[in-house]
């Protein structure tokens, strides 16, 4: 990751304007929804987006949503969401998305990289070999596994 795209990339706390970009967001990361009829699909979406927020809500209540953004000649774009529950001792990352447009660019190494002031832990899915390979290179390590999903920590830097 050049430093250039590193100072291009920032978080900030959702906003109820940042609603349709998070609905198209995980609508993208679930291109086998596109396949439903547009009435069906939208509420399907609207539905699983809300259990979604409810349940990070819920599990996590300190936890914060964040845009990930760009900054480009031509403004600012959202590009991506970090949910993140951070306590005294540690960050847990909830959710990184990254939007298909701006996939394979650094945007989630670079989000990756503003989270350096305590251990961050995740949960990943073990057969997400791309996200696998990008917490890997991100110092992330193996700690645990639980059922199909595995446990990943990296100190603080």
Known sequence: MTAVLAARVALRRTVDADRDFLRELFLDARPDL???PDDLRAGLVDL???A???Q???DHPGAVD???ETSTPSGVEPVGRCWIDVSVSS???LDLAVHSTARRQGVARA???LLTDRPVTLNVWSGNQAALALYASCGFEVSGTSGD???MRRDAR
């Open 48 to 50: 699983q987006v809300r």
């Open 66 to 68: 964040h845009v990930v």
């Open 56 to 58: 990070y809500s819920t």
């Open 52 to 54: 979604q927020v409810r």
């Open 91 to 93: 960050t847990h990352l």
């Open 149 to 151: 999903h595995l446990t």
């Open 111 to 113: 989000a990756l990289s």
């Open 34 to 36: 596109r396949l439903l």
